[in-house]
């Protein structure tokens, strides 16, 4: 086997402050430092922090190997699952091998594709009480209004019922992500009896999720009433229904907490965070919003869509661009290499660290040319497949690739063409540029967007509008 590693910033016997060094930049400055490492060293570029070999990766192709031809191979980190474990339990972002693979059937087909009516509608009746609450405002802090409404579409789309004290339970998402994402990137963890102020946050958001669910499961077991939702699919599992899924036997308690822990966790703080940034970014072009406004106009009018129509649909791509500038994962959770193995021309020893940080492979130039701008034509049929695989990698690769990405690409483009219909946006320009983004375990703008918004007159749909159908241009 070769033995080169690959190029990095000190060699193999780096001193002890170098290696402290890297340690810091690594986690004060994650981003930047990566950008950095990558723009001279290349593709894979190899550094110590203490006793740890860290390799990071920015070329789709290496990407491809470690997540999906060889994704067995390089499990994520088991310093990080054990973490999350004290966030969520034994559920799907924790577990591997078989037990990954039984949760993984059974929950995927909650995302089926006949599901996402259901879902699209329950966000529909969400989206509208927002709107109609927006009609008597002329500004809105658009992450404190995301918030609440993923927090209230995916409490009724996947319990059936709406958690109590939304802003607190919101809060306890926070405090529970960001303690994981401190805890698991810090080389010193203290106990989690000790009485500090973090720990004792810590203690009380883990306490009241689990009692808020606690309750969800025993009024659903009390009532014996069934919704063919998440819960039931939990609760039930050998139900008529859904007779085809291995993972037959009865979930224990905790089994199931953790798995509804784990969807609300995984999906609820992302998707919401994704949204600020769409909107922020929508909000600070008039141009895309009429596209938008136009196509959508034109599609919600009585003129058919079938099934072969191939138009593009602007706002999936103004999605998509918004997910490439700002990924709400921005880093995906460090593989472990559990043997030693190559990367293209390069030795990889085992129990090395691979970090694969989609918003480096975004930003970078080779791909996206004018990587700052946002520019939703990216994603134009033709554009994107002349663009190399696996360069847009927001929900991940491979098996564990984002369970959720079909529901979020569709609440997004469901929350956004609804939002354009009604109001038009505004946010001077600017604004992104200079807001501070905080990378925890989603990238947050470190101060709430203040969006301006206007209703628009009702106006008749433009059936001649042609512009608006081709997009691309
Ligand atoms: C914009 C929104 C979202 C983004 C950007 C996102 C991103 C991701 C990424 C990057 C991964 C892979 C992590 C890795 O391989 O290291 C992932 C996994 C996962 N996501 Fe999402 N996600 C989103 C929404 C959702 C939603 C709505 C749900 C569920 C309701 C969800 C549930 C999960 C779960 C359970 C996993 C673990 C899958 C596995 O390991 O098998 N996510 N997500």
Known sequence: MNSLLPPGPCNYLAFLQLTFRHYFRLRFDPIGFSKKLTQKFGDIVFFRIFHHRVVLVNHPKYIHQILVSDSANFPKMSRIRNHLRQATGDGLLVTEGKRWHQQRTAT???FRSQRMSFFASIADQHIGEMLERWESHSTIEIESEMTLLTQRIMGDGFFGIQLESEPEVAEAVRVLSDSFHDESHSIFNLPDWLPTPKKRQKRRATTLLRLKLRNIIDHRIASKGRRDDYLDMLLY??????????HHEHASPDEIMSQLLTMYIAGFH??????????????????????????SNVEFSDSPVTDSDDRENYAEMVVKESLRLFPAAWELFAREASEATELGPYHIPR??????LPIVMHHDERFYPNPEEFDPTRFCRKT???????????????PHQ?????????????????VIL???LTLPPDSIQKTKVVPKVSLRPAKDFKIAIKPRIPQAADRTNTEALSSCQ
């Open 402 to 418: 984002c369970i959720g990405q079909s529901l979020a690409l569709q609440q997004m483009t469901q929350i956004l063409t609804s």
């Open 108 to 110: 995927q087909r909650i």
């Open 384 to 398: 994107e497949s002349a663009r190399p695989p696996d360069t847009w990698i927001p929900f991940g690769l491979g």
């Open 351 to 356: 129990g090395s660290l691979l970090l694969i």
């Open 422 to 424: 009604r109001f038009q």
């Open 270 to 295: 992302t998707t919401s965070v994704a949204m600020a940034w769409l909107l922020a970014l929508v909000a600070q072009s008039g141009e895309i919003q009429r596209k938008i406004f136009e196509q």
């Open 237 to 246: 599992p050998a139900t008529k229904s859904n007779s085809n899924c291995p």
